[in-house]
């Protein structure tokens, strides 16, 4: 658990006490002793139970940086809204490739599977075949397949060139993305 201060949001980690203001130590940062209150986390994954009232909506990731993408595109950034939707599909990819190993029970291998990829782009047939043996899942037959693939030509170009990109081309990436993304999840 941690409390945060009230007048510079310095965070206490656990152990600091939540107990009447006279004997609560001050912040290191303002020497406030007045706290805004608890600040809880909890995964997808978890069960919350609380006497306390909670609103909250949960936020997968990958979800926000296709946001930020879709932000740069809105801007006119688009090799930079190329990169973040890739981004996402990385990082969606990798987390899939780890919730099928641990499917699969042999979560023992996870480590050696990130040592044997630089990155997890689906552009490499590698990464896409290992995802595709621990899920069952073909992806070369889904419809977003050819723009998943190009936009990750695109990311490379862009990267490792300093090519330049279009709205379209950042449209098709996000968009993509989005349904590679909600694909694998499935998964």
């Given amino acids: 658990m941690e409390y945060i201060c009230h007048t510079c949001d310095h965070v206490f980690s656990d152990g600091q006490p939540d ?5 609560r130590p001050v912040c290191p940062k303002c020497d406030s002793s007045e706290r805004v209150g608890k600040r809880h986390y909890a995964s997808a994954s978890d069960t919350v139970y609380t006497t306390e009232s909670a609103v909250g909506t949960v936020i997968r990731f990958t979800q926000r940086i296709l946001e930020e993408a879709e932000r740069f595109n809105s801007i006119n950034e688009y090799r930079v809204a190329i990169i973040f939707a890739q ?14 190993l641990k499917n699969r029970q042999v979560s023992e291998l996870e480590d050696v599977v990130d040592e044997l990829f630089m990155s997890y782009s689906i552009k490499n047939e590698k990464v896409r075949m290992l995802y595709s043996a621990l899920t069952g899942d073909d992806l070369t037959v889904q419809k977003f397949w050819a723009d998943l693939r ?27 993305a989005r349904l590679y993304i909600e694909h694998i999840q499935q998964f």
């Fill in 150 to 176: 190009q936009s990750a030509v695109w990311r490379n170009d862009i990267v490792h060139d300093g090519k330049e990109a279009d709205s379209s081309m950042a449209k098709r990436a996000i968009e993509a």
């Fill in 87 to 100: 981004t996402a599909c990385e990082i969606a990819t990798e987390r899939a490739i780890i919730a099928a």
């Fill in 19 to 23: 107990s009447d203001s006279l004997f």
